[in-house]
């Protein structure tokens, strides 16, 4: 008992070091942001279409889709995570949407469904990390190929017409011309900014992800906190592959495919750390904003697809180069420094 008792003071110590330090903007950030404006500027000058009014609704409306995903893969980020089944959770998504729809059901029970579907399979993936142990990478890569093996069941592989025009209705523009999903998304972000900023479950986001032992101690229910994290993730990646149907007016099987691999590049572009505990909505949109200026450009220019796809996984490895870089020093500073100089063991012990 005196062990426990010795080690809740530096445990409660520890995470407030923790918080402080997560919490600030990743010196990525600034790159992040001299790639964007340096991107921007090479873009307009290669091209008179890229500073057009009708080229920024296209961006926006990119943006507003990869940034759904890209949202919850930030948000499984912080918590210490990965979430790979993405490509799987999209495509699955849209075909139920749009299977659903043509059988006749009500619109807003079908997104309902929909969505509640995508939080089960999120609740899925964190109980399997959390209670049963898995590797993050591992149990969301065997979600992702089981999520599209059925959707490739559903339509027995071929891509099926939304015949419900009403379901289409996230497409829909707004008397200021700008659609529907695109509104859906700002108001999302902005709920997250303030989910992550301000609220008790937010923060302890930053706690699990930065320092599991001291979250742990300090009574935070790190399981639980790591499991939300995944079924926010699968929601809004349910929410994307719903938008894209409503878009395309279709649901296949192979749409959104290369989400995972665009959804983490862009949320660590936006600062966010692969070991956990450090990132933001704003820094998040601007990964986002530089993912989809980089593909808006390359499409102007007339660049193949295939070689955006490559100059994606550049970028990837480029931002993750930059966050490994500054990795070292904030390991330190965030290291759990137990008060009296409680042994390992002791921790461990308390944490059981």
């Not at 964007?36 to 279409?49: E, Y």
């Not at 089960?120 to 969301?140: D, E, H, R, S």
């Amino acid at each position: 008992m005196s062990d426990g008792a010795g080690s809740a003071p530096g445990a409660l110590g520890t995470l407030g070091r923790v918080l402080t330090e997560r919490a600030r903007p990743s010196p990525v950030i600034v790159g992040a942001g001299s790639l964007c404006v340096l991107l921007v500027v090479a873009f307009a000058v290669s091209t008179d279409r890229f500073l057009t009014a009708d080229n920024a609704g296209v961006v926006a409306t990119q943006v507003a889709v990869l940034g759904l995903v890209t949202l919850g893969q930030m948000i499984v980020l912080l918590a210490g995570g990965f979430d790979i089944s993405i490509s799987g959770v999209v495509p699955l998504s849209a075909v139920l949407y749009v299977t659903l729809s043509n059988a006749g059901m009500p619109t807003v029970v079908v997104l309902v469904v929909v969505l509640l579907a995508g939080a089960l399979i999120g609740t899925v993936n964190g109980l399997i990390v959390t209670k049963l142990k898995v590797n993050p990478l591992i149990a969301t890569l065997g979600t992702m190929s089981v999520c599209q093996g059925f959707a490739f069941v559903v339509t027995d592989g071929r891509t099926v017409p939304l015949e419900s025009a009403g379901a289409g209705f996230l497409a829909d523009r707004t008397p200021f011309g700008v659609p529907v999903f695109v509104l859906v998304f700002i108001g999302i972000a902005a709920a997250l900014f303030v989910y992550l900023k301000w609220t008790i479950p937010g923060r302890a986001l930053y706690a699990v992800g930065g320092g599991p032992e001291a979250a742990r101690l300090a009574g935070m229910r790190a399981d639980l906190t790591k499991t939300s994290a995944f079924a926010i993730s699968a929601t809004l990646a349910a929410l994307a592959g719903i938008v894209l149907s409503s878009q395309l007016l279709a649901g296949a099987p192979s749409v959104g495919a290369d989400m995972t691999l665009t959804s983490i590049t862009a949320a660590v572009l936006g600062g966010a750390s692969l070991h956990g505990g450090i990132g933001g909505v704003p820094g998040t949109l601007l990964g986002i904003v530089i993912i989809g200026t980089l593909r808006d450009g390359l499409a102007l220019l007339e660049v193949s697809a295939f070689y955006q796809l490559v100059a994606t996984g550049f970028v990837l490895l480029i931002a993750v180069s930059m966050a490994q870089l500054k990795l070292p020093a904030r390991r330190r500073r965030s290291r759990p420094a137990p008060e009296n100089h409680v042994p390992d063991k002791t921790y461990e012990r308390t944490a059981r």
